[in-house]
């Protein structure tokens, strides 16, 4: 499993290897975004996480406005994942949950 000083990305910045990602190569990526992680970070990283390991894909922006709606009350899914990775969930959320950049997908 790589280290913060052994962090492999591609151009872009996300991991070359979602199996290299850790919690702390996570903060990194996160420091690299100007984002501190907070619990509610967690909670998003640790769901997209728990996707990726059973379905072995990214999993889409809907899927994490439906479980933040779910667990936070009904429409507020998509802002709270908005304030959470300002500048999209592809571009921040799945480059901090250590997923592979995505061709192209829906953003929710």
């Not at 439906?66 to 999209?88: A, H, I, W």
Request: charged share 30%.
């Amino acid at each position: 499993m790589a280290t913060q000083a052994q962090i492999t990305t591609d151009n872009d910045g996300f991991l070359v290897d979602p199996e290299d990602w850790n919690k702390a190569i996570a903060e990194e990526l996160a420091r690299r975004e100007n984002i501190n992680l907070g619990p509610e970070h967690w909670e998003v990283l640790d769901f997209m996480r728990d996707y990726f390991t059973q379905h072995r894909i990214a999993a889409d922006a809907r899927f994490v406005i439906k479980f933040l709606d779910q667990k936070y009350g009904g429409g507020s899914g998509r802002e709270r994942l908005y304030k959470l990775f300002p500048y999209g969930y592809m571009q921040q959320a799945c480059k901090v949950a250590g997923m592979r950049r995505p061709r192209a997908w829906s953003t929710g």
